[in-house]
């Protein structure tokens, strides 16, 4: 198993740009998360799925769009860069929601907004 | 509110030395989880707590979560080079009528060898 697998793992984009954040995971699990990690902020919850076909926005969703077509993908789309989106990606996944279970990270997206 | 209180936020040691982190919620938690991160790395599962008053240990690690399932600890003993990184707690708490697991803002814990 590959467990999670985030891509790209480094990127620069200017203020204004759209991109995606691909994640996808081969665990079967039905939850899946993004988090973006900042100096002194911890790790803060941006949007989540319980499931294909379901999201839900996190702590700061403000600037990103999801969605999950299927159980094994969970892409994360800025829609219009900023520098305040410089940051550390990190897509999640577990078997069940809300901390019940596990939590696998994937190995993060080092993102750059100039 | 929302967050999930860890202190310190660093931490520096010598090795051999002892190591703890803090971690404290203002209401209730179902369970409480640890992570560790190394430099340059991603989060890793390290143990869940689930009962009041729970101990569980690690080889040098020991997790304790509080008797009124607020607050949560994690020591190391004796702490080794490989226990460099930054350590998370992340506790279940009810916000908005829905269980989220909220991250605390991690203690950093370098090491001089």
């Known amino acids: 198993n590959a467990g999670v697998t985030q891509t790209p793992k480094f990127q620069v984009l200017k203020t204004g740009q759209s991109m995606t954040l691909q994640c996808a995971q081969d665990?079967?699990?039905?939850?899946m998360s993004w988090y973006r990690q900042d100096p002194g902020m911890g790790l803060r919850l941006i949007h989540y799925?319980?499931?294909?076909?379901?999201?839900d926005q996190g702590e700061v969703p403000n600037g990103y769009n999801v969605s999950r077509s299927t159980t094994e993908d969970f892409p994360l789309r800025l829609l219009s860069a900023a520098p305040s989106q410089t940051s550390v990606y990190f897509c999640?996944?577990?078997?069940?929601?809300?901390?019940?279970?596990?939590?696998?990270f994937g190995e993060g997206s080092w993102l750059t907004v100039v | 509110g929302q967050q999930v209180m860890q202190i310190p936020q660093y931490q520096h040691v010598q090795e051999g030395e002892d190591f703890t982190t803090y971690c404290n919620s203002s209401?209730?938690?179902?369970?409480i989880q640890w992570y560790k991160q190394r430099p340059g790395g991603h989060p890793v599962f390290l143990i869940q707590?689930?009962?009041?008053?729970e101990v569980k240990k690690q080889k040098r690690l020991t997790f304790q979560f509080g008797e009124a399932k607020k607050n949560s600890s994690l020591h190391i003993t004796a702490t080794q080079t490989t226990d460099v990184g930054t350590y998370f707690c992340?506790?279940?708490?009810?916000?908005?009528?829905?269980?989220?697991?909220?991250f605390g803002q991690g203690t950093r814990l370098t090491i001089n060898p």
């Open positions: 999640a996944s577990s078997s069940h929601g809300g901390g019940r279970n596990t939590i696998y």
């Open positions: 665990m079967n699990h039905e939850y």
């Open positions: 799925s319980v499931g294909a076909g379901i999201t």
């Open positions: 209401t209730t938690l179902s369970n």
């Open positions: 707590l689930v009962k009041s008053g």
């Open positions: 992340a506790g279940m708490k009810v916000i908005q009528g829905a269980q989220k697991l909220v």
